[in-house]
Nanobody, 117 residues
Framework: QVQLVESGGGLVQAGGFLKLSCAAS????????MGWYRQAPGKQRDLVAR???????MYADSVKDRFTISIDNAKNTVYLQMSSLKPEDTAVYYC???????????WGQGTQVTVSS
């Protein structure tokens, strides 16, 4: 059973910076597709960024050029660096791990990000 623990959320002013971390139990990131999703109140959970085990990244248009996803396989941790934050970035951010070999899907507990105007 894979466990994902997120950290780094908080309250920040518009234009500010936050860095989220997601630590995975076990050395499996090299076999996984990692992603960050977010869910604002009353809205669906949307993909924010994704990174493959080979380091290929993709971003939602709304965060492109402001957010950066990265992975440290030695620490079994994936990061989401968020800059130039906007009030509309306010949401609970969730880490996701998908194992293509088994099609197993895991989620973290979520971390709140609040951007004040």
């Amino acid at each position: 059973q894979v466990q994902l623990v997120e950290s780094g959320g908080g309250l920040v002013q518009a234009g500010g910076f936050l860095k989220l971390s997601c630590a995975a139990s076990g050395s499996i990131l090299s076999m996984a597709l990692m992603g960050w999703y977010r869910q604002a109140p009353g809205k669906q959970r949307d993909l924010v960024a994704r990174i493959t085990s080979g380091g290929r990244t993709m971003y939602a248009d709304s965060v492109k050029d402001r957010f950066t996803i990265s992975i440290d396989n030695a620490k079994n941790t994936v990061y989401l660096q968020m800059s130039s934050l906007k009030p509309e970035d306010t949401a609970v951010y969730y880490c996701n791990l998908f194992l293509p070999s088994s099609r197993d899907d895991y989620w973290g507990q979520g971390t709140q990000v609040t951007v004040s105007s």
